[in-house]
Each structure stands twice: as C-alpha cells, then as structure tokens.
C-alpha cells in the first residue's frame, strides 16, 4: 500500500498520475502539452517534426526539458513526491533515441542547480527521434524481412511482420543514412527506456512489452534476437542494453530529484513500457479471455492473451504483456468515430436521432449489410475507401445506421479470431461507448456482456499501477488492478438469446461479403 506515480510520455504531451493504493484513488494528475510550452522553442507542432517523405520525428532533449516541467507543476500543486514508493512509465511505441559515450556519466553526475535540459544536451548522437508515426522505412522493412529469411520468419521470431514505424527499420535507415553517426551511437533506446533513464540517471534497457514493438525481440524467450539483429544493422548489440524485465526495479531515483523535487531517496523506478502495454494494465486485463474496445477516431480491440499468437493476415500487432507473464494483442480499425459519423452526416441525425435508429430496427437488419470503408482500412487491408451496401436500399436513414454498427461488431468478431482468445467479457471505453444501444449490439454479436469502462488516461494508469505491484510482487495482478479498473456501475450489458442467434447466423454472410470486396 502507498503512493506511486505514472508518468505517460506520449506524442503531444507528458503526464503524469499519481494514484494512491490505500485509497484505491487517483490523487494527482498533470500533463505538460509540449507545443503549448515548447513549439516557439523546438518548433514542434503537434509533438512532433513533419519532416517530408513521410519521415516524422521529435526532439528528445524536449521530453526531458518536459519531464522537469512535470515535476516541477506536480510539487507547485503542493503534491508531495516525497510520499511516492515508486514509479513506472509509459511511452509512445517504436520511437528511437540515439546516445554518445558521454551519455551514462552525464545521466550519474546531474546536479540539481542545473535543468535537464542544460545538462543533457551533448549526449545525442542523433538530436532528434524517429517516432512512431514516421512511414519513410518501407524499404528497410523488405530488407529486414528477407534477411531473417523471410515475412513469416520474422513473425515467427519477433510475433510481427515488419512495420514501418517500428524500431528495427528506424534503426536501418539511421545506420545508412548517416552511418558516421551510427558508429558514433553507444546507446539505442526507446521512447520509453530513454525517460526511465532520465529518471534513474543510468542508461536503462527497453522492457518486453516495449521490445515487442522492435521487430528485433524473441517474443517467447523476451530477448534480443540475433538474427533479426544482424539483419538490422551492424554491431547492434553493443549499442543495446539487455531487455529489462518490466516488473523489476532498475534501482532508486537519482539524487537529482531527491534535491531537486523532493522525491524520496528510497523511491524506486522501474523500466517504462509501451503505452499500449502500459493501458492492457490500465485497463485491467490482467487474465486471458479479457477484451477491451476503445470506440473513439479509430476503434482499437486490445487483448489478453497466453501465448503470443501471431496474425499471418497483419490484422493486429502482438507485445508481450508488462505483467510479465502474459501477451497483449492489438487490433485497430481506421473506420471508427469516422465512419459513424458519416452515416450520422450523411442522414443528417444527431446522437438521439442515431439511437432511435438502432432502437427501431431489429438485430440482423432483415439483412441489409454495409462494408463501411468511408476511408482506407487497416482491418481487413483495404487501401481505397469504398462503401458496400448489400440488400440495403441507401436510402433508408433507419437501417444504415444498424448496418454501420452491427458492421463494426461483425468485423471486430472476425478479426479477433486470430488471437485465439474465448472472449468472456468486453470492456469499452471511448465517446462512442456512452452509447447504449451500440454496446447491445457489440454484446449480441460477441455472446459476452460489455462492460462500460471511464478512464482518461490508461496507460498512465497502468503505469502507476505497475509501479504499485513492482513495489509490492506478492501481491496478484488482480489484487492490484480490480480497485482502479471497476466498469461504471450499472453499465454492463448482457446478450440476448435471440439477438445472438442472429447474428450466428449473419457472421459468415458478412465474412463472405468482406472477403469479395477486399484483398483479404
Ligand atoms: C502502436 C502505435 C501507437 C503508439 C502511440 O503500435 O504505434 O499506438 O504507441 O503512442
């Protein structure tokens, strides 16, 4: 039982989230919007650099400048980071730091007279970092796939095919675009390991469930590999740090802090995670057979599952779960609040309007089907956006609504197949699960009662909880999450017999449908 804080190190902010166990509360939250304080500065916009060719990066000695911005906000607000036992992080995914040989004894000799900033600012070897929005590596992806022998290869020994925005390909590309600067790299980092070492002063390694997200990590043994290594750039493993299990403390916080904000000379950091990792925790799933579906821009369909099954098809990412002992699968649909929108647009409804739809109509639609491709889809891959009506007269405001939902639904059952996982329970977080009569159709087609779940910041969340059961392992990971990740009461949904056999029926109508209109 104590105090522990989450700090977040997202694309267009840094938060932090101090939750306290014995209260089962959330005490204290902040967040530092870096083109509200750094945009004249570092000229970011959004977070992030633009840099053409689909290349985007940011700036790392901002995230540092941030992180005392943070600190120092928290303590103003009379928060007493004396109190916190420990911390843990959680990072945008995928994105690279590169550090000189000057890094590790600039990190163990800050003195608190000085910022971060003004500290930290000789240790790059690369100013900036590519992040995870960046799709310039297309190339290097082909090239990292075929040097392990192959797309399925490197599936089998990392759990994803190659993907643009992830480490490895970033990695290659800075080896030979600028491979003086490379050699003159000692270490790589992510997003993630590079704020833990800020805030341990030691170069820290990547956890697992951030190493999933490198196409260079074993995703059974959580190791680095070194064949997908050596098919990404030379000497690699020299500039890494072995892969720090998220569940062990790095050590205490550097005294930097302790002078500096306060901070407890026995408080205790862990490694950072990824922010999808760190919000499976935040979002409770911490037993396999757990779902969660975020309704917001896109739809994303997180899972908990035992083993680190694999999506030949590229319909989900996995990661090994912080929890350490389990694995995270990730499914996003572009068409989300996007398309629901359309359709409310293209009726001209409001939100009542579009609830009245759903009430009017009945599960199954008497067949009347929609592919909702109102922009390009990532699941199933469909590059140009189209809009299929089947048995469905455009006209009819009433039954396109339905048929964009229960076509949201039918899509999210089919494309979870791969996970392997018997879905039990949903929990839904986002705009669109305010919506009742959504929620009813999510629970027909999956057989499962939905849960509705309120969070702000999920993988803060997760990440001050992770904090919280590093400081206290005896305790189990339901003990530590069940207080924090309670569905809004009286919000759970159950099936309905009858709806549910409907759409027993209706899913291979639709599965076939899907397949004659897509690549997949
Ligand atoms: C996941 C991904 C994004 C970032 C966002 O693969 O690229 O969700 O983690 O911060």
Redesign the pocket.
Known sequence: MGKYLGIDA??QSISGLLIDTEAGAVIAEESINFDAHFHDSYGVENGVFTMGGGTVHSAPLMWAEALDLLLQTLSAQGCDLGQIQAIAGSG???GTVYLNDTAASALGNLSADKSLKDQLAGIFSRETAPI?MDTSTAAQCAEIEAGVGGRDALLELTGNTAFE?FSGPQIRKFHQTEPTNYTNTSYIGLVSSYVASLLAGKLVGVDPGDGS?TNMMDIAARTWNQQALDATAPGLEDKLLPIAPSGQSVGAISPYYVARYGFSTECLVLPFS???PCSLIGLGLVTPGQVALSLGTSDTLFACMDQPRTSKEGEG?VFASPDGQHYMA?TCYLNGSLAREAVRDEYGLDWDGFTAALQATPPGNDGGLMLPYFAPEIVPNVPEAHVVRHHLDAADAQANVRAIIEAQALSSAIHARWMGVDITSIYVTGGASANAEILRVYANVHNCPIHRFETTNSAALGAALRAAHGHNPADSWQETVGPFTQPVPASTIEPDGEAVAAYRNLVGTYETLEQTHTNN
């Open positions: 997202s694309t945008q995914q995928h995870w925005r997200g990824g922010d999808n990412a990730l």
